[in-house]
């Protein structure tokens, strides 16, 4: 039996990831923690009876408490109950499946008590890599990525010799704007941000995908979680999303993993690894697909993603802006008080505006973050 605790549980990755759960007995759910939606909290207490359940807000916790106040759960609040799950004794694999920079503190604390992370919360290495990865090396804790990209080229690593890496080929559908110009973007509304042509995600990064931003926090991703430099990532677009990424070696030779486009699958994944496990959903038919087909991203279109490259290579302080700048621009446009293409414009202006720490800490890196959301708050008013 495999003890698993879930952070984020009722997001998409983390209902997914439930639905693993709920097909393979040999899981078991010992925790859950979720922002503030209490309706769906309280369904999967009852369905996979927890002994922890977190909420985000006071609010949340008491409504929740008191809907399950017939089941023996512990209902606990904000930072101190994710504290709290990271580290239950009887807790073998952490998903991170949680939005934003609060997932940093319980990822620390998960590998300080030697957990298995099964990682899908970006900003925890895009801001805090330098903190992360050491102490995971220090501690003999695997970081399993649960990304489909991440999870490509960790499965096209197996069994190689990670030294004689040449290049990361790292894939991207280009989002619903792929081949647009910079004009035809103007006037993108929330509901054609939200039209991905291939991928079933949540509002923040179905929008960060059409930006181009979820690439670049990929690129930033993939260079911690790999230890490869950025002049060795390369970003191919590929529409059919069918090759999830690539690794290139020093002999020329390139593996790739490929599969429909499915979150299910990096997922069970990250957590049966090393195994596999049989599962349900559709299999590539080769002839009905007929061709693939790869371009060049347009960086000067999809400033976001060039903004990373330049956010990643200054490093220390940077990346935790450029996130910081994007997830709050992210949140303006989707309700409607910027444009799309002042999403870029705002990251830009934020980075611009900063002075890097080199060497941040984690209180750093929050202040930091806290900063960049006052200066667009300026910014806007």
């Known amino acids: 039996m495999k003890r698993i605790a879930v952070l984020g549980s009722t997001g998409s990755i983390g209902t997914q990831t439930l639905e693993i759960v709920r097909k393979n007995p040999d899981l078991k759910i010992t925790a859950l923690a979720a922002g503030s939606n209490v309706d769906e909290m309280e369904k999967q207490i009852r369905e996979f009876s927890p002994r922890i359940a977190a909420m985000w807000s006071?609010?949340?916790?008491?409504?929740?408490?008191?809907?399950?106040?017939?089941?023996?759960?512990?209902i606990v609040c904000g930072m101190e109950g994710l504290l709290e799950i990271a580290v239950m004794e009887e807790m073998e694999v952490l998903v991170t499946a949680i939005v934003g920079m609060i997932g940093i503190r319980p990822t620390i604390a998960a590998i300080e008590s030697g957990?298995?992370?099964?990682?899908?919360?970006?900003?925890?290495?895009?801001?805090?890599?330098?903190?992360?990865?050491?102490?995971?090396?220090?501690?003999?804790?695997?970081?399993?990525?649960?990304?489909?990209?991440?999870?490509?080229?960790?499965?096209?690593?197996?069994?190689?010799?990670?030294?004689?890496?040449?290049?990361?080929?790292?894939?991207?559908?280009?989002?619903?704007?792929?081949?647009?110009?910079?004009?035809?973007?103007k006037n993108i509304k929330v509901e054609d941000a939200l039209k991905h042509p291939n991928w079933a995600m949540g509002k923040k990064i179905t929008v960060d995908s059409a930006t181009m931003v979820n690439k670049g926090l990929e690129v930033m991703e993939a260079k911690w979680l790999f230890g490869v430099g950025l002049d060795r990532i390369e970003v191919v677009v590929h529409p059919q999303s069918i090759i999830h990424s690539m690794v290139e070696y020093v002999d020329g030779a390139v593996m790739a993993q490929l599969g429909m486009p499915d979150m299910k699958l990096p997922i069970a994944y990250a957590l049966f690894y090393p195994d596999r496990r049989p599962m349900e959903g559709k299999?590539?038919?080769?002839?009905?697909?007929?061709?693939?087909?790869?371009e060049k991203p347009d960086l000067e279109t999809f400033t976001g993603l060039k903004l990373a490259f330049r956010a990643a290579k200054l490093g220390g302080s940077m990346p935790t802006v450029y996130n910081a700048a994007n997830e709050r621009a992210v949140s303006l446009f989707l309700e409607r008080k910027i444009g799309f293409m002042q999403i870029p414009e705002l990251i830009e202006a934020s980075m611009e505006g900063h002075k890097v720490i080199s060497n941040p800490t984690v209180d750093e890196i929050l202040q930091t973050e806290q900063e960049t959301y006052e200066f667009i708050k300026r910014v806007i008013n």
Do not use: W, Y
């Open 58 to 74: 006071e609010k949340a916790c008491g409504d929740l408490r008191a809907r399950v106040a017939d089941i023996d759960v512990k």
């Open 115 to 185: 957990k298995t992370i099964a990682l899908a919360n970006k900003e925890t290495l895009v801001t805090a890599g330098h903190i992360i990865m050491p102490l995971a090396e220090k501690r003999g804790v695997s970081i399993l990525p649960v990304d489909s990209e991440h999870s490509a080229i960790f499965q096209s690593m197996n069994g190689e010799n990670a030294k004689q890496i040449q290049k990361i080929l790292l894939t991207a559908s280009g989002g619903p704007f792929r081949g647009r110009t910079k004009e035809e973007l």
């Open 283 to 294: 299999r590539i038919d080769f002839f009905q697909l007929g061709t693939i087909t790869f």
